[in-house]
T-cell receptor
Framework: DADVTQTPRNRITKTGKRIMLECSQT?????MYWYRQDPGLGLRLIYY???????NKGEISDGYSVSRQAQAKFSLSLESAIPNQTALYFC????????????FGPGTRLTVT | GEDVEQSLFLSVREGDSSVINCTYT??????LYWYKQEPGAGLQLLTY?????DMKQDQRLTVLLNKKDKHLSLRIADTQTGDSAIYFC??????????FGAGTRLTVKP
């Protein structure tokens, strides 16, 4: 969905490096999410934010941090990347109420060597 | 924690019906969803069902919910090669988060 964009789309980095993945949305949604996808494991929630001042840990937040710079921007950081953080990362947004339909970005493929 | 489970692979012939099954454990689930992921893309919501319904039909898609058995299925009628993708079952028990299954890779053979 072009309304949710992620940069970069692909990234290869070395163990120990700091890396930031960025997400922007034009849907005007309050809620934003970061997931990682691993083969056979589906999507797992890393962090989510209900508004600019509200940040919450998800299922697998260790080794990650986030920043909600504005309603439209939510970035994910790996302070010191390790190989088992190699995965496909998705950002998503949703409205505050209703059926919680989430709109996903195209994903960032991250490889840590 | 609460789980959502689905089989990893399904292969069908073009024109046949596909049925993708999902089970979940959270008895307080409010909404259940089916998402589709095409290669190189993010997930797109296909359809959803509210927990007080037992069936929902939308063109070629039929969702069946058995709340007693915590079983959800997605039937795709007249499956086409363009339906080849990974299908994720997901559930939400409140308005806060969503739990996904591992995804079923549907392959449609001509």
């Amino acid at each position: 969905d072009a309304d949710v964009t992620q940069t970069p789309r692909n990234r290869i980095t070395k163990t120990g490096k700091r890396i930031m993945l960025e997400c922007s949305q034009t849907k005007g949604h309050d809620r934003m999410y970061w997931y990682r996808q691993d083969p056979g494991l589906g999507l797992r929630l890393i962090y989510y934010s209900f508004d600019v001042k509200d940040i919450n840990k998800g299922e697998i937040s260790d080794g990650y941090s986030v920043s909600r710079q504005a309603q439209a921007k939510f970035s994910l950081s790996l302070e010191s990347a390790i190989p088992n953080q190699t995965a496909l990362y998705f950002c998503a947004t949703s409205e505050r109420t209703g059926k919680n339909e989430q709109y996903f970005g195209p994903g960032t493929r991250l490889t840590v060597t | 924690g609460e789980d959502v489970e689905q089989s990893l692979f399904l292969s069908v012939r073009e024109g046949d019906s596909s049925v993708i099954n999902c089970t979940y454990t959270d008895s307080s689930s409010t909404y259940l969803y089916w998402y589709k992921q095409e290669p190189g893309a993010g997930l797109q919501l296909l359809t959803y069902i509210f927990s007080n319904m037992d069936m929902k039909q939308d063109q070629r898609l039929t969702v069946l919910l058995n709340k007693k058995d915590k079983h959800l299925s997605l039937r795709i009628a007249d499956t086409q090669t363009g339906d080849s993708a990974i299908y994720f079952c997901a559930e939400s028990s409140n308005n806060n988060d969503m739990r996904f299954g591992a995804g079923t890779r549907l392959t449609v053979k001509p």
